[in-house]
């Protein structure tokens, strides 16, 4: 089985340090203390912002081998959208995962922005659909709809942009859209549409990602809750006569030459995260936090945490980012071979996309490129990598494919006006 690597452009600030200390790079810091970090202080006009900053680590992240960038949408981030517009001028083969509301665009408007992209880039546009957290954060970026039909309304926000794809006169009419005749025409047609990811623990999640993702992502919890997930959306897909379902796992890195070196760092983190008081503040779950992690999160504060390492679930997982407010929550611990051997754990289960990033981003990149990537060099069938260690002496460079396509244009679109 192939592997990918994505890592994450940080939208809403990068984190060294806890969220909202001044010392972290960019803008994103406490307004009412003035900023150390790189491009601390935004001003129209400035000649580096913090763009300029993300830019950085997307070249960083190409340059060092990985496939993609994650780019989380929050209501308080930079808009993926544009970010990934701006940024992929600037490289050359990375993807941009570009995660968005289905109510924030028409499916129309979404057919041809991305067709547009994917022209402008050599479709290297990926859709992460999500659904929002709670409802009171929905209501506040004005959708109303309860959790359930959120999930209603993306499996037809999916089955209109397909049919705009797949042919020029389009007709249907659902509960949420409809179209009488439309669809990309002209150049626009020669487009990929761009490949779906989706996440969520609830039955309306898995549903939604069994009949419509390309790609169910999850986080990195315990491996035997990560393998009964992947299980259940596996048999939930067949449902729909669908077995190329893949799966992706979103987990940070602690990564270093020796385990102490990773520990302390974990424990760098956590007894920042002490002396500031956070650790009593419940973290912003959203939909991609599974029910498991919050009840595991609770259990934590029902006892007491004496040490960062209470906070390992299994060998080399630590849920310690979760505990003081840090989304995902997860993070694999230890020196480089213990992370290339979770990670091939996990690999075992089915996952075959791997979401990886540490703090900052732009050095860590680096160092997973240089230690933890080349492991996986002969599976990794999309990358810009060396096909063994003598590719050097020749041409070395196995050339990019589509993101995991497996089905053509015109096998992808079928059944698009049904």
């Excluded at 600030?13 to 200390?21: A, R």
């Excluded at 505990?323 to 213990?338: Q, S, T």
Aim: glycine share 10%; aromatic share 12%; hydrophobic share 40%.
């Amino acid at each position: 089985m192939s592997i990918e690597f994505f890592t994450r452009l940080p939208l809403h600030g990068e984190t060294f340090h806890l969220p909202g200390d001044p010392r972290n790079r960019g803008d994103w810091n406490n307004p009412s203390r003035p900023g150390t970090g790189a491009v601390s202080n935004f001003a129209v006009g400035d000649d580096f912002t913090y763009i300029d900053y993300l830019s950085q680590i997307a070249r960083g992240a190409e340059i060092a081998g990985f496939d993609g960038v994650l780019m989380v949408n929050t209501q308080f981030g930079e808009e993926p959208w544009i970010v990934s517009s701006l940024l992929a001028r600037e490289t050359k083969r990375l993807k941009f995962v570009a995660a968005f509301h289905p109510s924030s665009t028409s499916p129309w408007n979404a057919a041809q922005a991305a067709a547009t992209y994917q022209r402008a880039t050599g479709g290297r546009l990926v859709w992460n659909i999500i659904q929002g957290s709670s409802e009171a954060a929905q209501r506040a970026i004005g959708d109303e709809l309860p959790h359930d039909e959120r999930y209603e309304r993306a499996g037809e926000f999916v089955h209109a942009v397909r049919g705009y794809f797949g042919s020029e006169s389009f007709t249907y009419r659902g509960k949420y859209y409809s179209a009488s005749g439309g669809g990309l025409r002209g150049p626009l047609r020669k487009a990929p549409i761009p490949r779906i990811c989706t996440a969520g623990a609830s039955d309306a999640a898995k549903e939604f990602a069994a009949q419509h993702a390309d790609y169910y992502l999850l986080l990195a919890e315990d491996p035997a809750i990560v393998a009964e997930h992947i299980r259940d959306v596996r048999e939930r897909a067949l449902k729909y006569g669908r077995s190329d379902i893949q799966f992706g796992l979103s987990v940070d890195v602690i990564a270093r030459a020796t385990d102490a070196e990773a520990r302390a760092e974990a424990k760098r983190i956590f007894d920042e995260g002490v002396a500031a008081g956070v650790v009593d503040v419940v973290a912003s779950i959203t939909e991609q936090l599974s029910p498991t992690f919050q009840k595991r999160r609770k259990l934590y504060h029902d006892k007491e945490v004496r040490d960062y390492d209470d906070l390992f679930i299994a060998p080399n997982l630590w849920s310690g980012y979760g505990y003081i407010g840090i989304p995902p929550g997860f993070a694999l611990v230890g020196d480089y071979a213990a992370i290339v051997e979770r990670i091939r754990e996990f690999q075992a289960l089915g996952i075959s996309l791997f979401f990886i990033a540490g703090y900052p981003h732009l050095e860590e990149a680096y160092r997973i490129g240089e230690h933890i990537l080349p492991h996986f060099r002969s599976e990794r069938v999309g990358a810009r990598v060396p096909a063994n260690d003598d590719a050097a002496a020749g041409d070395g460079f196995e050339r990019p494919l589509a993101f995991a396509s497996g089905l053509d244009t015109k096998q992808r679109h079928s059944g698009a006006n049904g």
